[in-house]
């Protein structure tokens, strides 16, 4: 498995609380993710990186907010959680290849806001 | 814009029967393919992707452009294949984003 970890596994918030999920990785790639896991959306993209300090939306940013201050660590913030953001929350990661993109999961993380 | 329909929530079926997890897609370009699997409390993983053109534990999938369609196939499924599928689209050109179907779960009963 890729060096990818994500923290907390597990949180249980109240509504209007900030939130902080944590994505580490070994690997040194350049490309990480955040995607949540809904029934029924499936996966869907929250924000992306493509290098330190190089960060942009994904189809469901609103709400979230995310921070790469360097290669292996990439924070996904939710200013005030919401119960629309009860979700299960995946970090990947890839590099750049020559034609395709593989894209390595993290366990993910549990979240649910009361 | 990009979209990827994976029809089935639910696709039960019984050992040794063939097995066909629908995938289409609207892309206007040359997209990129792939399916990715969740087993039960193992990570999303990688199992195919439409460029190879390999098989991996029996799975085949194939890029129809015409019918903008990318099934995965099995000739003969086994109860470890149980878990959940995702068809996932990468667009041409420099972006490093997939976008993921709504997923298709497969049970296969003993």
């Known amino acids: 498995d890729a060096g990818i970890t994500q923290s907390p596994r597990h949180k249980v918030t109240e509504t209007g609380t900030p939130v902080t999920l944590r994505c580490h990785q070994t690997e040194n790639h350049r490309y990480m993710y955040w995607y949540r896991q809904d029934p029924g959306h499936g996966l869907r993209l929250i924000h992306y990186?493509?290098?330190?300090?190089?960060?942009d939306k994904g189809e469901v940013s609103d709400g979230y907010s995310v921070s790469r201050s360097k290669t292996e660590d990439f924070l996904l913030t939710l200013e005030s959680a919401t119960s629309s953001q009860t979700s299960v929350y995946f970090c990947a990661i890839s590099s750049p290849g020559q034609g395709e993109v593989t894209l390595h999961f993290g366990n993910g993380t549990r979240l649910t806001v009361t | 814009a990009q979209r990827v329909t994976q029809p089935e929530k639910l696709l039960s079926v019984f050992k040794g029967a063939p097995v066909e997890l629908k995938c289409n897609y609207s892309y206007s370009g040359s997209p990129e393919l792939f399916w990715y699997v969740q087993y039960s409390r193992q990570r999303l993983q990688l199992l195919l992707r439409?460029?190879s053109r390999e098989s991996i534990k029996g799975f085949t999938a194939d890029l129809n452009k015409g019918e903008t369609s990318f099934h995965l196939k099995k000739p003969f499924a086994q109860e470890e294949d149980s878990a959940m599928y995702y068809c996932a689209l990468r667009r041409d050109g420099a972006t490093n984003k997939l976008i993921f179907g709504t997923g298709t779960l497969l049970a296969v009963q003993p």
């Open positions: 439409h460029i």
């Open positions: 990186s493509y290098g330190v300090k190089d960060t």
